[in-house]
């Protein structure tokens, strides 16, 4: 092993006759440079790399060592499975942004992943359901995604960025006193990969079963709830039918704190298409669907099967919505269980 990382580090060494700060030692060095080790944690480098990275070494692995790398605040990204991390000392009215380098790989990178590890900082506002306050976004991408704030722990999404050259993640962050924190990892992934999501969707659910939840569920430090003016695709690696189930509070649209109304077919002032007819101009309310079904309402069904074996649901927002100034609604978004049914009708999305 300390020959391997001798003559790796030689290679590196060698990078300068290559054009390209990365491109060189990943022609150099092939696919196994930057893969991901340690279940995710590190990727795959020479060790003089990881000391220029300031890394921490957590294993061998086939090239050198897997190494833990950190970036924060106008710093640059050029490592897979790195981390995007608050800085030490997190204040209001500030902005914290870091650039993402694609690493050479044969064919390109296609797509990043961002894992919200940590993510806690001022939801949107409950009135509007907006983020006024504090704001998470990606600039320079193919196609960017919503801009998102609030409670995000363990949430992700996928970052379409084949042909992008000038990639940031940026933090902004308002004039509130609150306790901030984020700590995102950044995945690479190549187009090659079995592994990219399916176009058009913002998350990727590659397990048979899980949970699937809004932005900001959950938040009980501060009176937000989940966005407006969303819209995007959860997709899953099989079509196969689904069964959801209830995880948690369940509340999408204009309903009463006290209500009992159920299923797809919510309460009297909405109609099956989730519309509110209470309002003089008939105002959408918040879904989610699935199989050409919507549901929206203060709870979900406690059991629902696709009839049809299907690939992804959506979740949408209105850019208004009936109800938000009343402090005795509740908008608490969604938590629901999955699990794929695919017996003899499940198809590979690949």
């Known amino acids: 092993m300390e020959s391997s990382a001798v003559v790796c580090s030689v290679l590196f060494a060698l990078v300068a006759l290559v054009p390209g700060p990365t491109e060189g030692l990943g022609y150099l060095l092939g696919r196994s440079y930057m893969e991901p ?3 995710g944690a590190g990727a795959c480098m020479t060790s003089l790399e ?3 990275q300031r890394g921490q070494s957590l294993g061998s692995c086939s090239i050198g060592v897997c190494c833990r790398v950190e970036k924060t605040c106008n710093e640059v990204i050029n490592f897979n499975n790195t981390f995007f991390v608050h800085p030490a000392d997190v204040r209001p009215s500030s902005s914290c942004s870091v650039a993402v380098e694609k690493k050479w790989v044969p064919g390109g990178i296609c797509q990043l992943k961002l894992d919200f590890l940590e993510f806690e900082t001022v939801g949107p506002s409950f009135q509007s359901g907006m983020c006024l306050h504090d704001t998470f976004s990606v600039a320079g991408a193919d196609k960017v995604p919503p801009i998102i704030c609030g ?3 363990r949430q992700h999404m996928y970052v379409d960025v084949r042909n992008a050259r000038n990639i940031h993640l940026m933090m902004n962050l308002g004039l509130n006193v609150t306790n901030r924190r984020w700590k995102i990892k950044v995945s690479q992934i190549p187009c090659y990969s079995p592994r990219l999501a399916p176009p058009d969707c913002l998350q990727y659910y590659e397990e048979p079963t899980g949970y699937i939840k809004s932005f900001n569920y959950g938040n009980i430090h501060n009176d937000t709830s989940y966005q407006l003016n969303l819209r995007y695709r959860m997709c899953f690696r099989e079509t196969c039918t689904v069964q959801l189930n209830q995880l948690g509070s369940f509340g999408l649209g204009a309903q009463s704190a006290g209500g009992d109304s159920a299923n797809q077919i919510t309460d009297v002032a909405v109609d099956t298409d989730c519309v509110n007819h209470k309002s003089n101009s008939a105002v959408s309310s918040a879904y989610i669907a699935i199989d050409d079904t919507r549901f929206c309402g203060s709870r979900f069904l406690r059991s629902y099967e696709t009839t049809n074996p299907v690939s992804s649901m959506t979740f949408q927002s209105p ?9 005795n ?11 794929q049914n695919c017996g003899l009708r499940g198809n590979n999305n690949r």
Do not use: I, S, T, W
């Open 50 to 52: 990881c000391g220029l």
């Open 151 to 153: 409670l995000n722990d």
């Open 37 to 39: 080790c340690e279940r």
């Open 319 to 327: 850019l208004r919505e009936v109800g938000r100034d009343d402090p």
């Open 329 to 339: 609604r509740k908008f608490d978004g969604f938590m629901v269980q999955y699990r």
